[in-house]
């Protein structure tokens, strides 16, 4: 009989309550983890290096050795810490990278102390598996209403408006935590490649879950390149938007100024990381453009900026081609708009 019990992704799904314990370094967690999951490592980034590093010169003995001191000095923190989470969830589960070392360690000494927690079978390493074959599945499916438009006419906007409202939806840049722009990611946080498949599949799900047809899922979707910062579209998400209804997004300029200053000036941003951003464009516009744009940003000439920016540098690179659209709107107002568009592509939606 084995000292702890295993389970599968798909078994654990079928629990009413389920904690998930990721015991790996911080950096990894970061760069995906399963949904909800807490982390607790069992090496931090540090350790983790140095184990690592004593495994590939082959001191096998030695990178165990380091592995144990490190996790032995944290044993009192890791018990207190799962005893709390084995009473309030009917089940606690491990995961490491592959259901190694790492959660089997941990999952040992739990079992050693009486409380009943479950290692993953496979780990992280399985749930890509099975992130990979559902969002697979999910992506045949999908029928894309596709909102495009220039840089501000608040596409992203209505898209958060239609999903209050009930509708299927899916926000890319929300998935990749990157608007999709040269300032996209002024804060740092945006996702990696595998967390942004991670969150595209839970909103590929609630949509499924929303959506009352069977085998088909038409979904709202902004308009996007196959790049969201480092994130690369599934090659079927592009398809199925080059496919798909297209609807035309317009919004008079001042209106689009107000929108870009309220997205991207909120007041956490460092103003040093717009100047940043602005200085990547040189080469794609004048020095002097640029100078004169910092000038006019420390002068506080935000508006000014923006609606520069618009006219010179995005507006020029895209055009839309009106008969290529299902639809046109114009965005005055952000919850007429998205109401307009919900009822024009789900008449019958309740």
Same mark, same amino acid.
């Given at each position: ?12 799904? /079928? %629990? ?18 399963? =949904?909800? $999951?807490?982390?607790? =490592?069992?090496?931090? &980034? ?22 144990? &001191?490190?996790? %032995?000095?944290?044993? =009192?923190?890791?018990?207190? !810490?799962?005893? %709390? ?19 089997? %360690? ?19 390493? $399985?749930?890509?598996? $099975? ?36 509708? =299927?939806? +899916? ?11 040269? !300032? ?5 946080? $945006? ?67 107000? +929108?870009? /200053?309220?997205?991207?000036? /909120? ?8 100047? &940043?951003?602005? &200085? ?65 592509? !789900?008449?019958?939606?309740?």
């Amino acid at each position: 009989m084995p000292m702890y019990e295993t389970i599968t992704y798909q078994e654990s799904l /079928k %629990s009413s309550s389920q904690l998930f314990i990721d015991v790996r370094s911080e950096a990894e967690y970061a760069k995906d983890h399963l =949904p909800g $999951a807490i982390s607790l =490592p069992v090496l931090d &980034n540090a350790s983790r290096a140095k184990v690592g590093y004593l495994y590939k010169s082959g001191d096998i003995a030695q990178a165990k050795q380091v592995g144990i &001191n490190a996790m %032995s000095q944290k044993l =009192p923190q890791y018990f207190a !810490f799962l005893q %709390s989470c084995h009473q309030d969830f009917s089940q606690t589960i491990l995961y490491c990278s592959r259901g190694g070392y790492r959660s089997s %360690s941990l999952a040992a000494l739990c079992y050693s102390l009486g409380l009943h927690i479950y290692k993953l079978d496979g780990g992280y390493k $399985a749930y890509r598996h $099975a992130v990979i074959d559902q969002l697979d599945q999910l992506l045949d499916q999908v029928q894309a209403i596709t909102l495009h438009g220039f840089t501000g006419t608040g596409k992203t906007a209505i898209l958060k408006q239609l999903h209050q409202m009930g509708y =299927p939806v +899916i926000d890319l840049e929300g998935c990749a935590q990157h608007k999709g722009s040269l !300032f996209g990611d002024l804060k740092g946080q $945006a996702r990696s490649q595998k967390g942004f498949e991670t969150h595209l599949l839970l909103q590929l799900q609630e949509a499924q879950a929303r959506c009352p047809q069977k085998n088909t899922l038409p979904v709202f979707i902004e308009g996007e390149s196959a790049h969201i910062g480092h994130c690369v579209l599934p090659k079927k998400l592009q398809d199925q938007m080059k496919k798909g209804d297209k609807i035309l997004i317009e919004a008079p300029m001042d209106r689009r100024v107000q +929108i870009l /200053k309220a997205d991207y000036l /909120k007041e956490d941003i460092d103003p040093q990381s717009i100047k &940043n951003c602005l &200085n990547c464009l040189r080469g794609r516009l004048s020095d002097q453009r640029i100078d004169d744009a910092i000038e006019a940003f420390d002068q506080g000439q935000i508006d000014q900026v923006i609606e520069g920016l618009c006219r010179s540098y995005y507006d020029p690179r895209y055009s839309y081609k009106a008969k290529a659209m299902a639809k046109q709107y114009t965005n005055l107002n952000t919850r007429q708009c998205a109401e307009d568009i919900g009822h024009d592509f !789900f008449p019958d939606w309740k």
